[in-house]
T-cell receptor, first 116, second 116 residues
Framework: GENVEQHPSTLSVQEGDSAVIKCTYSDSASNYFPWYKQELGKRPQLIID?????GEKKDQRIAVTLNKTAKHFSLHITETQPEDSAVYFC???????????????FGAGTTVTVRA | NAGVTQTPKFQVLKTGQSMTLQCAQDMNHEYMSWYRQDPGMGLRLIHYSVGAGITDQGEVPNGYNVSRSTTEDFPLRLLSAAPSQTSVYFC???????????????FGEGSWLTVV
């Protein structure tokens, strides 16, 4: 099955600086890569996702890049704010065409702390 | 529209006991799944269902049972609880995962289970 590795496990940044989290995946057939944010004691929530037919996607201060050749993808948060402090999870999956049978594999998570 | 509802939120079990975690969604989602979250291990898929009457195993299915008799409900049963099953359990659903369609997975609030 798919194996997703995520680095670093913890990340501390000064408010206003950028944060970058990197993930690698093992199955070259994977074509869907979402990122989830989980605040302490809360449920994970989707913040951005990317499909394998694009190399980059941006949503305000958040961007995700995908390198299919190297099988890695990254989350970039610019101008970090205290409310960005949370655990971030990357995930990978093969989304089948013509079927809804799929499994999402998650990385171990990165705890991001934004220092004021 | 309540989204994904899980019960109970907290539960303490004795080794060998059985119990059922309830999950219901009111969004008419075809796809439902159960994950467990353990420190440093991210979210691991236990079982999933692509529609009523259809279930399949995920990454860590041993010791758990599921059924999907209706579109709305997807209960998770612990057959004989073990301390290794102490974890936070999340139920999740999405409309109809597929490469060309939206894939946002909505998580429930989580169930904290302790087996002593």
């Amino acid at each position: 099955g798919e194996n997703v590795e995520q680095h670093p496990s913890t990340l501390s940044v000064q408010e206003g600086d950028s944060a970058v989290i990197k993930c690698t995946y093992s199955d070259s057939a994977s074509n869907y890569f979402p990122w989830y944010k989980q605040e302490l004691g809360k449920r994970p929530q989707l913040i951005i996702d990317i499909r394998s037919n694009v190399g980059e996607k941006k949503d305000q201060r958040i961007a995700v890049t995908l390198n299919k050749t190297a099988k890695h993808f990254s989350l970039h948060i610019t101008e970090t704010q205290p409310e960005d402090s949370a655990v971030y999870f990357c995930a990978a999956s093969i989304l089948p065409r013509g079927s809804n049978d799929y499994k999402l594999s998650f990385g171990a998570g990165t705890t991001v702390t934004v220092r004021a | 529209n309540a989204g994904v509802t899980q019960t109970p939120k907290f539960q303490v079990l004795k080794t060998g006991q059985s119990m059922t975690l309830q999950c219901a969604q009111d969004m008419n989602h075809e796809y439902m799944s159960w994950y467990r979250q353990d420190p440093g291990m991210g979210l691991r898929l236990i079982h999933y269902s692509v529609g009523a009457g259809i279930t399949d195993q995920g990454e860590v299915p041993n010791g758990y049972n599921v059924s999907r008799s209706t579109t709305e409900d997807f209960p998770l049963r612990l057959l004989s609880a073990a301390p290794s099953q102490t974890s936070v359990y999340f139920c999740a659903s999405s409309y109809s995962p597929g490469y060309l369609t939206g894939n946002t997975i909505y998580f429930g609030e989580g169930s904290w289970l302790t087996v002593v």
